[in-house]
């Protein structure tokens, strides 16, 4: 992927990506560095009628659900910064349910990460932050 330093539009092949293409390519971006890091994948794109959840992974006896953030430019703030109460809610409200419906992990810890990936003049600036944030529910 290229990201074009006077735009910060993202182009792969020459071909500009559209917002979706884009999000989809930042996820994989987001999950192969948390793979290197030890984590392993259990969901991509966990959807419920509560939200959904970028990347559910697995952190030794940890289960990881991941919010990828991309901001092209940090005038409002960083990728994090735009995780605002209410998405955190449905990001816990989503995780609760997956629990629910996958008992084998619900006796595990849990945990809330974000990967902002953020640009500055062409570069990208890639940041986890292990526990985010904490659940809103029970």
Avoid at 6 to 16: E, H, K, M
Avoid at 57 to 75: L, N
Avoid at 115 to 136: C, E
Wanted: proline share 2%.
């Amino acid at each position: 992927p290229i990201l074009s330093r006077t735009t910060g539009d993202l182009r792969v092949a020459g071909q500009s990506l559209n917002s979706r293409q884009a999000g989809e390519l930042w996820e994989k971006t987001a999950e192969s560095f948390l793979c290197t890091h030890g984590l392993k994948i259990l969901e991509r794109n966990y959807s419920s009628r509560f939200g959904e959840i970028d990347l559910i992974m697995e952190h030794g006896e940890t289960v990881v659900f991941v919010e990828v953030r991309y901001r092209k430019s940090r005038q409002h703030g960083d990728g994090a910064e735009s995780i605002t109460p209410d998405k955190q809610s449905r990001i816990s409200r989503t995780a609760g349910w997956y629990l629910a419906n996958n008992p084998d992990k619900a006796e595990k810890f849990c945990r809330f990460d974000v990967v902002s990936i953020d640009s500055q003049q062409g570069d990208q600036d890639l940041n986890w932050i292990r526990n985010a944030f904490y659940s809103t529910i029970g």
